[in-house]
């Protein structure tokens, strides 16, 4: 479903000639294809949706981190570039939790799995990952579950 929204928008770029979403969503489609092509190599099916939205969330990370080392370095029309291309990606995600719904979120896995302590972090993140592919940042949430382990 994923795939036909983005090729759907591809169209729509083109008739629109929106060149920097014509050329983000075909940055997005060669991704999706890699990433196809890599899943084959190792015997598995094409990707899911859910795991569309990791490659997707993967993208925008080093988006970001673009946009951090544009700014440093005073290079601003790249900057914004980087940030236009994540306001097109993030249009594919599902909405994202609010830090109070993540807190909550890793309370009920840490409880769901009798997490104990700082071993167990493995199991908590993955079903975090199982349920909120794409809705949250994993990263974030990572330092999140080693303090309510930790405490």
């Known amino acids: 479903m994923l795939r036909d929204d983005i090729n759907n928008a591809v169209k729509?770029?083109?008739?629109?000639?929106?060149?920097?979403?014509?050329?983000?969503?075909?940055?997005?489609?060669?991704?999706?294809k890699n990433a196809d092509i890599a899943a084959r190599g190792e015997g598995k099916p094409p990707l899911s949706d859910a795991d569309l939205l990791g490659v997707f969330q993967k993208m925008i990370k080093q988006r970001q981190e673009s946009v951090e080392l544009y700014d440093k370095g005073g290079r601003a029309e790249l900057a914004n570039q980087e940030r236009e291309e994540i306001a097109i990606i993030t249009a594919y995600l599902p909405k994202q939790m609010s830090d109070d719904d993540v807190k909550a979120a890793i309370a009920a896995a840490v409880s769901e799995t009798g997490a104990a302590g700082m071993k167990d972090m493995g199991k908590v993140i993955a079903v975090l990952k199982a349920k909120y592919a794409g809705q949250?940042?994993?990263?974030?949430?990572s330092g999140l579950v080693k303090a309510a382990l930790s405490s």
């Open 12 to 32: 729509d770029a083109m008739r629109a000639k929106d060149e920097r979403k014509l050329s983000t969503l075909r940055m997005v489609n060669s991704t999706i």
């Open 136 to 141: 949250m940042d994993f990263g974030k949430a």
